[in-house]
């Protein structure tokens, strides 16, 4: 059974780089059968998709967010990574780590249980 | 940018009955529109892809239809463990992968 995990700190401070981490089980992140994505949700607002990874060729970024995020992966800990600089207010969020399956692409299913991210000095 | 607008906000709705709701695009995006649910506390599930195919698991009284602009998520019977926040989001046109703002479903 596929299963997804983030962690990471949950307080960081404005102006410095958030960084997460993805776990997965159940499958190997060099499989050709997914993508993984990162998507968060600000409080009370809606779903914002972050970006997504494929074990080979460049991560796909949210235009909006690109000159500020990089992703990657760990395939030794079958871990995926997101980092995002230069962090303000805006950037608190619930994030989630999410898979999405080659055969269907651009859907997450199914998704982490997310970690609250708080921006605050 | 393709910008997903969900309504209502809130839809207040007695347990049995139908709930209907809302997704539209600011551009075509022909069939290419996803519904996931998020239950408090929990992340979202994937309850309808192609607008209208049911995912794994997700029961018959769940149904989507429209195509291009316009979308709308059936609940048929509401049962108690529906009442939820739902999104839609759009994949047809890309980056960015967009979703709406959200309907969340509650007891009336």
């Known amino acids: 059974q596929l299963q997804l995990h983030e962690s990471g700190p949950g307080l960081v401070k404005p102006s410095e780089t958030l960084s997460l981490t993805c776990t997965v089980s159940g499958a190997s992140i060099n499989s050709r059968n997914y993508y993984w994505g990162w998507i968060r949700q600000p409080p009370g607002k809606g779903l914002e998709w972050i970006g997504s990874i494929y074990y080979s060729g460049s991560p796909h970024y949210n235009p909006s967010l690109k000159s500020r995020v990089t992703m990657s992966m760990d395939t030794s800990k079958n871990q995926v990574s997101l980092k995002l600089s230069s962090v303000t207010a805006a950037d608190t969020a619930v994030y989630y780590c999410a898979a999405d399956r080659t055969v269907q692409l651009w859907l997450f299913d199914p998704w982490g249980q997310g970690t609250q991210v708080t921006v605050s000095s | 940018e393709i910008v997903m607008t969900q309504s209502p906000a809130t839809l207040s709705v007695s347990p049995g009955e139908r709930a209907t709701l809302s997704c539209r695009a600011s551009q075509s995006v022909g069939t290419n529109l996803a519904w996931y649910q998020q239950k408090p506390g929990q992340a979202p599930r994937l309850l309808i892809y192609?607008?209208?195919t049911r995912a794994t698991g997700i029961p018959a009284r769940f149904s989507g239809s429209g195509s291009g602009t316009e979308f709308t998520l059936a609940i048929s019977s509401l049962q108690s463990e529906d009442f939820a926040l739902y999104h839609c989001q759009q994949y047809n046109n890309w980056p960015p992968l967009t979703f709406g703002g959200g309907t969340k479903v509650e007891i009336k």
């Open positions: 192609g607008a209208s």
